[in-house]
Each structure stands twice: as C-alpha cells, then as structure tokens.
T-cell receptor, first 116, second 117 residues
Framework: DTGVSQDPRHKITKRGQNVTFRCDPI?????LYWYRQTLGQGPEFLTY????????KSRLLSDRFSAERPKGSFSTLEIQRTEQGDSAMYLC??????????????FGEGSRLTVL | SQKIEQNSEALNIQEGKTATLTCNYT??????LQWYRQDPGRGPVFLLL?????KEKRKERLKVTFDTTLKQSLFHITASQPADSATYLC????????????????FGTGTSLTVIP
C-alpha cells in the first residue's frame, strides 16, 4: 500500500493555459474524490467516482473542469483556459466502498496550482 | 443554504490542557461525521468517525461527540501536546441524502490549533 499519489505536486502556469493533474488511488479502493482547497479554507468538493463512473459533480465546477477515471484506477483532472481564481491546492482522496457504503478518506499530498 | 461551521478563530491552548473544537452544521442529516487533521502543505489525515446513532467515540487522547438534535459535533484532545498543533477539519458524510447518488463528504472550514509548550 503506497498510499494516494498525485502528480505534479506543484504547477505554475500562465492564464489561459490548460493543466492536467493525475491521481493514483490506493489500489483496492473503488471510490475516488477530487477536492479543491484554498488558503484558510476546508477542502471543497469537486467530483466523485465509483469505479469508472462519475457519480456526482459539484455545481461549483465550471465547464472548464473535467475529470476522468477511464479504467476505474487512476484519475485525471483537467482545467482548461486557466484563470487566476483557479489557483489552489487540488486534493485527491480514495476510499474503500462496500455494502455499508462508508469509509474514511485517504488523501494524497495534493497538487498546488499557481496561475499567473 | 447548507453550512458546516467550525471555530472561526484559531485556538491556542497550554500544553497539558484539553482542547475542544466545535463543528456545527445546518440543513444536513449526515449518517456519519468524520474528523481529520491537516498539517501545512499536506493532505488531511483521518482521525475518527462517529455514526448518527453514536453519542461518543474515543481513541487514545481523542474524543468525539455527536448531537444530531443540536446538529453539532465536539472534538476533544486531552493532555494536549505541541505535536497536536495542526488544523482540524470535520467532514459530513451525506451518504443517505436522497438526492445524491453516493457518498458525499463535505468539509468544514477547519480550526487551527496551537498547543503552547
């Protein structure tokens, strides 16, 4: 169990560019979450996958954001035409789904995005 | 609107004292509530989970209470140590919210705790 890994850890980009973040969850976890966190705030829910199905997407997520989990393993979060307001830490978490449907979230160390 | 509120101010306490952090929510009926610890620049780390039908949960020096009538959870750290200094987050599991199709975890704003030696 190597934990949740995220790549890259840091990304600096110019406004208008596209960026993509990758998340590799814990291998036996079928649930994967993306959150965004800005300084002094708690993680803000973006989207959630169970296996390869994207089950929920925050209304706060604009059309510039898209997430995929093509084979139910790793996931990518793409932000198109970045804006300065997108600067934040993007956190990925995974959990074990089961009959009871609950479980603790295991977070990665995050991908910090700075949009200039 | 839906809100999850934690202590708005940072909490500073003396080593050895008990730290008490609050988590208040409105317009939710969570099945579970979780507490996480987050260190600067790191992802949150799970600490404790409490179900809606549990009043109290303990783990070593940590204690969590859950009052669904008051819509409040309290998180206690007894015999606090400088190493407990971090931000603590509560998260609501909206698993059984009818409109949602799976587990949803919504986080509070977090409370920054500093334990002074």
């Amino acid at each position: 169990d190597t934990g949740v890994s995220q790549d890259p850890r840091h990304k600096i980009t110019k406004r208008g560019q596209n960026v993509t973040f990758r998340c590799d969850p814990i291998s036996e976890h079928n649930r994967l979450y993306w959150y965004r966190q800005t300084l002094g705030q708690g993680p803000e829910f973006l989207t959630y996958f169970q296996n390869e199905a994207q089950l929920e997407k925050s209304r706060l997520l604009s059309d510039r954001f898209s997430a995929e989990r093509p084979k139910g393993s790793f996931s990518t979060l793409e932000i198109q035409r970045t804006e300065q307001g997108d600067s934040a830490m993007y956190l990925c978490a995974s959990s074990r789904g089961g009959g009871s449907g609950y479980g603790e979230l295991f977070f990665g160390e995050g991908s910090r995005l700075t949009v200039l | 609107s839906q809100k999850i509120e934690q202590n708005s101010e940072a909490l500073n306490i003396q080593e050895g004292k008990t730290a008490t952090l609050t988590c208040n929510y409105t317009n939710y009926s969570p099945a579970y509530l979780q507490w996480y610890r987050q260190d600067p620049g790191r992802g949150p780390v799970f600490l404790l989970l409490i179900r809606e039908n549990e009043k109290e949960k303990r783990k070593e020096r940590l204690k969590v209470t859950f009052d669904t009538t008051l819509k409040q959870s309290l998180f206690h750290i007894t015999a606090s140590q400088p190493a407990d200094s971090a931000t603590y987050l509560c998260a609501l599991d909206l698993q059984f919210t009818p409109l949602l199709s799976g587990n949803q975890f919504y986080f509070g704003t977090g409370t920054s705790l500093t334990v002074i030696p």
